[in-house]
Structure formats: structure tokens, C-alpha cells
């Protein structure tokens, strides 16, 4: 930000498309056992929301042939707004095209993050109106807590894996104009092995992270927000009741301070359930570096995440021959 | 206690019997609120039981014109602890008779506490076996935590109104063999307006306390069980977007020092969610006494009962004349 | 905000100056009971922090004859946006002078909101180093946590006593660029009894709400942060036990759904210890009014907030004679 | 308990000595960083209690050259039943001597278990009654919180190492009168390597687990009871923010479902913060048992105890030669 002034034209993460090629077991942990609420479906794809999301549906779930990511879409502060990141986008030759916008968005620009992710740049959105059954007896809600399950008040962010991660994170932060917050950097600073940044007071919206299996445009996990600790320790009797794999977790981060639980749904995709963290105010707020040494076990408490939280991600990849020619890194 | 050694032939409460005009709604409450499940309907009554209760079926919800308590089921040590406490009944003129049980549990004797609660104790009881769909996937646990609705865990104490509160408490001191934990004595100790007992290390299982009203065998609240203070609060949200009728808290009582939540279920009767509180170990527990002075709003953190706490209980009675003969204390 | 494009130019309500008549005993209050740091003393005054502020010093105590509000600081998002700022007061005619800063702080602006509370602007900020001693094992915690009483985190938000609340809202929205989130409307939308604003994503940092009294400048209440619901009921036990008043809750406000404790500092002000509520992302958020009916009680829950959170604010003014030639509007 | 009737002459675990070579940064520990208070010195010893334990002292701090534990002390029921248990444990040939009593108890009979750790019981017992400081504003607490680091309210069990798992077990019993909770057995059930026990409502107020290392009258660790699960995870930031080192957790045990921490203590001893965990109250409960397959890694969400846990215990041990002649077993 030396000098100038911080862009800030991208307002939040608006939304987040997942691939299943079980979109029947899928649709049962989002909606039973996480207690989102479907909206809308149309095609191979069902629109989901958590109680507390202002938009009609942050979460679409589109059968496919393997897990991973679909279209990660923002939302800008303004129709001038976004022409602005749209142009920026193309400035830097990413340029996609404009389409009609998904169910509930306006007229939507789509690109890719150098890695090649989907993403999406919208400002028209309709804002959701609970259906009389479903109106909350608490007016600033825009829909009743059901109490069904781990009861999931909102999307908060996503990790993603990319073969170059200084490349990715200077494009979120130089054509979307976000914060960058955090990092891990190994070799004296040489080897940027992952970034967190967010565009809003969230500690971070995005990461890319290091995919240290070579793939491309994979997708680390997808994080959904409960307000409490506990309901991060209630979700790990749900998960674990249900039979759903509980790969770490519930455990505090060292990054982002956030308290955290990582399964992975029937369609193979990891999910985080989330708490505490922290908010970031500052204009200027100074990225936290951390190296080999002070990075520990990536867990605040001492207890080290397990290997599958570096090898896995989806769409999964083979495991890498027993002698890498080039050095492995654990981003953990 | 002095010299003589405790009575220790109760082991616990071990089921309550409630009367409802409403069943359906009530049913509607129980289980889709309060996430008990329902494992047998006979007659007029549904068995429900906690996720963690050890028998098969504490709450036993009984249609009838009314609402209120019906049977209070004690469970003994052993067969010869059972008969002690029969021989102590029928010394204190208490007498009743033998039945064959009710659902899951062996022969039962039945009488009424001097106020004219009905109650039974009983030694053999059935201990619950999941069906495969609800087996926990933690050993040690009945049943599988469902996730729906507040969650409660298991049954944990209720509340009598009496006419005549020493008489009670010493049947339950005496009779049972329950110790005395907490009362409140007004006017340099002389008006005994309630008495909280257990047999167990549970703060109180019952308690016996003035009826305002001077009604028959009423009923002023039942209490179950959550783990956490959370999920009071929780608890509270689901009953507030259902439209169920909030009475009180969340908050914390000086009495006890448990977090509460008193609701309406639809069939009238005042069921508290609760959690927190403290266990007693000491054989010779000090009840501890609050006068008008110390007793302060009966709510440790300030903010004063409502009204409807003192004045409200199934069956309920019209309200006093307006210039009562006798003073009405305030027990809140 | 129709068809123009949101101001974003300041970034976070950056500090408040509390008046107290008893420092010694308000000090006791902040640090000892809520945890807070202190990190210099200067004149009358001692500058403190939670541990979780990035600023130096977010808490400014000063000696004064009366309790009540200082200096409401607010940091700008840079040196041009704090130029645009600056232009904009003087052009409401509410302009002040440059001064060069308060301890941590660069060159600063003072002026008055319409009502007349004393208000600042200012982008130059020093960022908080702790002491080895103090030091956490958090890389991205600017300080150690404690573990000493309440443990609050940071700053949050304040509300303030005005004449004329759309006056000061408007000044909110079109001078300092705020969002408006909710608001409280009497009399079919004529009377605005109170609205509450933020320029970041947090629900609100300020909110205007009407003197009951007509008193000037006045607080009513200062609003700090910890993490969870827990550590507000832990909160109001530590309160408790070292004799300081509790006014209302713990409970939960339907206004901005937050989780809140009033109590008041020794020196009079009415302090929050503050949790929950949630978090707004939209751009174009449409700020949700609340009138006679729909408001209640105040809170969610159910239980009114008692009559002095209406009549109660710093510095105190006698109560209003037994009929006001004025109607009393009951905005709890 | 097949025919006869259960014995409940033991009322509860009255207190526990640990030995510490390093007697002040040990009592750092409890005092400053668990927030126990200090009641009485005496000698190399200093007691301390949690804020609601009714006894004066049930821990004591005993300087040494070693760490691990020294009296075990039960409390009884009634003088009668005192003079009950010290008759079974002389039939035993456990038997020991009659003493006066450590700070205040009463007369108090010294043997051991048969794995030689130190054992006492005893009836009388002074009630703790606070100073005028340290006075609770809550009646039917003996102190008052001070939101002093962790909060420990009370001590809540022990678990010793043993080379005679069955000898043990049996002893609790048969001749103290305890109920089997849980265990876990190996080898088709013919290897115990573990058994949990108790006298109240409790879980388990003590475990004997097998020594892999074969060692003498260990402790593996020692438990101090808070509240809620939050209070738990506040414990490990404190814990964490001074350098203790956490071993494991804040996590779940499958093994009485409780939520749990452990850390070293600086004189070495496993500490143990809890919470959670369920109550028993059946008088005929049946004990859980686990083998090798549905005991898994110990930890209800999955992740493993680290080694450590199986292997350390105080006084440590060096660590068994590379190729043991006898298979070793992970209770984990």
C-alpha cells in the first residue's frame, strides 16, 4: 500500500460451487448433519445457504465426475466497482467473459486466478426472504435457526492449492485488491509456501497454498462458520455418530487463531467447520511471516496436524514416488 | 445424622410421569425440541428417554384433561434396600401397594408423599439397548447423540408444590433417606418455604415448596439435563423460533448455582432446561439456609424471577383474591 | 448510497476517552477485574489495552470531575482519505483544528459530532510492541493473554446520548461514511428513537440513541469484546464476587443479536462485556428498523432490561419531574 | 455385587499429596497458573484448594527428590464405617497404622494398595470456611472465584500405574467398596490393562493402568475438575502462553467421554485439566469394557494420543531396552 491508497472494491466472498460424484450422500451431510437449507436446485446442481447468510445461496453443490472446486465468486461494492476489478482482471490477461449471473446474482464476469480456479466477479444479488415456515422470530435474521445439526451460520473462506503460490497471492492482492494477512515461508523467505488473504475484517477469504503434488486448480478445503466453540465440539459428535472421517480436529490454529474441525464429505471434499479467529482493522496491517521455526506444528497447542492434511486434496492425486527428485515441503 | 449413620437405600430418581391435555404438542416439544427420543407408546402415555439416560424411559407423557405430575419413580440399591424402604413407607403411614412395574422396569410399590404426590420406588429395571440405526459409536455411551433440536442428556430433578413443606422434606429426609441441601426459612427461620433434597450427589433430585395457591399435589417445574451452559443458550434460540413461551433465563440461580431455562411446553407444564450447578460429596453436607435478607431475587447475578415463577403451576389455580388473609411470601 | 458508490474512508473506531471521578478505583476495574493492560500514564490520564488491540492503547482513563465520554477517535483508512475526511466536517460546518496526536497516535483532527461529544480523526498509528514479559506464543497475537479476570479482547463499540438522533446518524452516513445497520422507530416511523452504525463489518461501532432527559453530550454505554458467550457468563460471576453492580443480562439483545453484561465502573459509566452478534458483508445492507411492536422488550429472549438503562447515562442527570410536559420514550 | 448389596462406606477421594522437586515453580503452577489458593504451609508442604472443594486442603505439595505421589486419602461415610473399611483392609493384609491425621482431618488410618502407593482414610473432617477476603457473594459456595488463571474448582480423580492390574482393581473393590466403571482388557480379554473406578456418582475417582516400564507406585497423572469445556480451552492458552509443556488436548476421551488436558507441571507430575465427562448412578451399572479393536486410538474424534502418554509417568523411568523380552501393551 506504500503510498497509495488500499483498493477496496471487492466487498466479500459471495460464493462457492463444490463437485460431487455423490450428490445424493453430499447433499444428506451439508443439509442433515451440517443443517444447511436447500433453496433452489436446477440441472445437477442444489443451492444451499446457512441460517445466516444475507445472500439466497452462498453454497452450490454440482454433481460431477470427481470432487474439487467449481466457481468461487465475489462480490463487488458497486456496479463501477466492479467494472473496475474487471478491467483489472483483463489488464493482467486473465480475461474471461460476462454471462447472466447464477441463481439469485446479476450479470456475472468469469475468469481464472492463475492457477486456473473459476472465479467470478458480480454486483447484482437478491437478497434472500425466508419462506413463512422458515422466517425467524428475530427480525435482523434473514431466516429461523432450525436447530437441525451442526446448525451452519454462513460460508467463511477457502484454501486452494496452486503450483505457484507468490504468483496467485499477487494477483489476489494486486487485481482483486486484497490484504494479504498471512504467509508461511521456508528457505530464509525464498520459498512462499502458502498466503491468506480477505478482502473484508475475516482473517482471510482465500489461501493458496503449496500443492505439493503438482495437481492443477485443486481445491484444500471449504470452511463454514459456526459462533461458537462449542458448536465446533458439538459438530465432532455429530460427524464422528454419522460415520463421516474426522481427519483433525477440534483444535485451535496457530494461524488465524481459529478453532477448527476438518472432515471430508461423502462426495471427498475437505470441509472445515470454524470458530473464534480473529478481526483485522487495520488499513495497514503488517502480513504475519512465518519461517520453519516458528511455524511448530501449524497447531497452536502442540498437537501436529497428520500427513493426509498436506498430501490430500481433491480432486485426489496418486501419492508422489518413495524418492521425490525435488524437496517436499509440509506446509502444515 | 448425628450418631446414626446416612440412609443410603435410594440410588436415584429414576423416572417421572408427566400429565398432558395436549399430547400431540407435547409429544412435538419433547422430541422435535428437546431431541428426547421416544422408545414406546402404550395407552395414553408415550416413554421418552435422553440421549444419555441409562434406563429405558424417565419421562413417561400421559394424556390427561389436566396437566401436571403424575408418578415420581425411585429406584433402590438393591432388592433388600427396596424393602427397608417399603417397611419405612408403611411406618409412616404412607402405605400403598404392590404393582407389576410400568414399561422396563419390575415390581413397583406405590404410595404418595404426604402432600399426596403419587410415587413409587422399585429396585429391577430393564437397561436400554440402542436399536442398530441410534447405537452411539462411543461404547460407553446408550445411545447415538442425534443432533436434533436442544439435545437434552438425561432427566435431572423436579420441583413440588406442597401445603406444608417441613412435612415433606422430613418424609424425604426420613423416609427416603435423601439429604437435605438448601432451604429457604423466612421470618427468623420459622416459615419453611422450600427444601431441595438428593440421594445423590446431584444437587437436589427433588424439592418440596410452598403452594401459594394452597393447591393439591401440583407440580412446579421439570428439569432436564444439558452438558453445557452453551447449550442452554441454544436451547433458548430453538425455543424462541418455535414460539414456545420463555419464562426465564438463560441465567444463573444463587439456589443451586445451576444455569436454567424455564419454558411452557404446550401441554402447560414448566420444564427447565439446566446445566452447571455443583455435585456434594460430604456425608455430612451443612444445608446451607437463605433468610429474606441473603435470598436477595433468587438469581445470582441480579435481575429479579417474574411473577408468574411464584404464582405459576400445574394443575393451575385462579389467581388469589386481591386482598389476601394471609400473607404471601415470596419464594423467588 | 443510490447510484453513488460507498464511502470507505475511515477504517475502525480507533479509541475512546472515559471520564471517571475515582481513577483509582475505575483503574482497578479495567485491569484487575476485565484484564486489561496498561501501557502508559500521562497527567490524569492511564492508557490501556486488551490483548487482542493491534493499537497502542485503544482505552483512554482520565480523572475528571464527572464520568462520561472524551475524545471518540477514529483512524482513517489513509493520509488522502483522511484529507477527504477532514473536508468533509469543516463542509457540515462541524470543523475543529489539528493538533498533533495522542500517545501512539500522528497529527489528529478534533471536532464535534452535531450533539456535541468530542470526536477526532486521525490515519498515523503506532502498532503495539509488547515487552518481552508480555510477549505471546502467538505469532500473530500482538500480546500475551493474560488469564487474569474477564480477559477482554479489544474495543468494540460505543453508544451515545443525543437530542437529535437523525441529525447525528446523517453525520455518520454522509460526513464519516458509515453504514446504517439498525434502527428503532416510534409513532409509525416519525420518531427515531435511536441508530447504530459502523464502518467496518463488525454490526456496529457507534449508535446514537435519544436522551430521555435531554442532557448533552452524555454516554450511554462503552462497549468491550471478549471471544465467547462463556467468557461473558465467567464475566459476570468476577463482577459479581467483587461487589460491582450488574445492571443487566448476561443475555441476549435482539438488537444486533449480541450477547451482552452491563455493569458500571466504579467511576459510574455503564460498561458492556460484549460477545456474539454477527458480522455484515453487503455493500447495499438495508438497514432493518424496529418499531413499538416488533421491538419488545428489547431482548430476545424475552426478560425486559430494567427501567435505568433507559434513565441511566454519564454523567447522571436527576430524574425528570413526575409528569413531563413531554412524552418518555421507552427505547429499551 | 451379585445377591449381596453394595458397599458405599467410602463417601469420595478426600485428598491428594504430590511430590514435586521443585516445590515453588510446582506451586507457580497451581497457584498462579490453575488459580488454586493457598490455605495452610507446614514443613516442606503447602496445601491448596480449588474454589469449591469443601475441604480445607485436598491437594498437598510435598517438596521431594522425585516427583509422583504420595497419600492417597479417602473419606468415609460415617466414623462407623470408617471402623468398617479399616477392618476389611487389615483382613487383607494391607493393614497399616492409626495416626492423627494431617491438617484438618481427623484420625486417620495409613496403609497402601497392593501396589504399594500410600493410602489413607478417615472421617472427620474440618469444613473450609473462608476469610473475609476470600468470602463468596453466593452462600453455598466456601469461596469466592477470583478469576485467577484456569479456576480449578475442585480435584477430581487420579490414575496410578501398576505392575498388578487385577490385584488392584480388586482391591478397590472388594475392600474399598468401589464400583467398576470402565476397562480395558487385551487378548481376548485376558490381559487387564486398565480399570476405572469409583464411590460417587463420579466416572471414576481412580484408575490402576498397567506400568509398561515395570516400575514402582507411579502416578500417571492427577485431575482437576472446571466447569465447562470452555474452561478447558482457556486452560491451554494460559498453559501455552507460559511455557507449560501440553502434552494432549484439549481433546475428547472415548474412556469416560470427558473433555480433557494434559500438561507437565513443573516438578514433572501429568496434570490433568477436565471437564465433561458423565454421571453414574445405576446401582447395578455394568462395566464397560474395551479390547484392542473398538478401543482405537483412546480419543473419541480419532486423533492418537502421542507415546509419551503411554510411556511417561512419575518418577520417570528410563525408557526400555530397544528389544523388550515381554510384548508391550498401549492402553492408549
Known amino acids: 500500500m506504500s503510498g497509495n491508497e488500499p483498493i477496496?472494491?471487492?466487498a466479500h466472498l459471495g460464493a462457492v460451487e463444490l463437485f460431487t460424484p455423490k450428490p445424493d450422500?453430499?447433499?444428506?451431510?451439508?443439509?442433515?448433519?451440517?443443517?444447511?437449507?436447500?433453496?433452489?436446485?436446477?440441472?445437477?446442481?442444489?443451492?444451499?445457504?446457512g441460517y445466516g447468510d444475507y445472500a439466497k445461496a452462498p453454497l452450490k453443490l454440482t454433481e460431477a465426475a470427481k470432487p474439487g472446486v467449481g466457481a468461487i465468486s465475489w462480490r463487488t461494492i458497486s456496479e463501477q466497482a466492479l467494472e473496475r476489478r474487471v478491467a483489472a482482471v483483463e489488464a493482467a490477461g486473465l480475461g474471461g467473459s460476462w454471462g447472466n449471473g447464477d441463481y439469485g446474482r446479476g450479470r456475472t464476469y468469469r475468469f481464472t486466478d492463475p492457477e486456473g480456479h473459476a472465479m467470478e466477479l458480480y454486483y447484482e444479488e437478491e437478497r434472500y426472504v425466508a419462506p413463512p415456515a422458515l422466517r425467524s422470530a428475530l427480525k435482523n435474521q434473514p431466516m429461523k435457526f432450525s436447530g437441525r445439526g451442526v446448525g451452519v451460520r454462513r460460508i467463511d473462506h477457502l484454501a486452494l492449492l496452486a503450483r505457484d503460490v507468490p504468483k496467485n497471492r499477487e494477483f489476489g492482492?494486486?487485481?482483486?485488491?486484497m490484504q494479504l494477512r498471512e504467509q508461511?515461508?521456508?528457505n530464509n523467505g525464498e520459498t512462499e509456501i502458502g498466503s491468506w488473504l480477505s478482502t473484508t475484517a475475516v482473517h482471510h477469504e482465500v489461501a493458496w497454498v503449496l500443492d505439493v503434488k503438482g495437481g492443477t486448480g485443486r481445491l484444500h478445503h471449504f470452511s463454514l462458520w459456526v459462533d461458537n466453540r462449542e458448536d465446533v465440539l458439538r459438530a465432532a459428535d455429530i460427524l464422528r455418530e454419522n460415520g463421516i472421517f474426522i481427519e483433525a480436529g477440534p483444535s485451535k490454529h496457530n494461524n488465524s487463531q481459529a478453532f477448527y474441525l476438518y472432515s471430508y464429505e461423502p462426495g471427498g471434499n475437505r470441509i472445515e467447520v470454524y470458530s473464534g479467529s480473529f478481526l483485522i482493522f487495520a488499513p495497514d496491517f503488517e502480513p504475519v511471516v512465518w519461517n520453519e521455526q516458528d511455524r511448530g506444528t501449524g497447531v497452536y497447542w502442540g498437537a501436529p496436524l497428520p500427513s493426509s492434511f498436506l498430501q490430500y486434496a481433491t480432486p485426489d492425486l496418486p501419492d508422489p514416488p518413495a524418492e521425490p527428485d525435488v524437496p517436499v515441503f509440509d506446509p502444515r
Open 173 to 177: 492482492q494486486n487485481v482483486l485488491g
Open 184 to 186: 508461511i515461508r521456508f
Open 25 to 49: 450422500e453430499s447433499l444428506w451431510y451439508f443439509r442433515d448433519l451440517l443443517g444447511m437449507e436447500v433453496v433452489h436446485q436446477s440441472g445437477g446442481s442444489v443451492y444451499l445457504r
Open 8 to 10: 477496496r472494491d471487492v
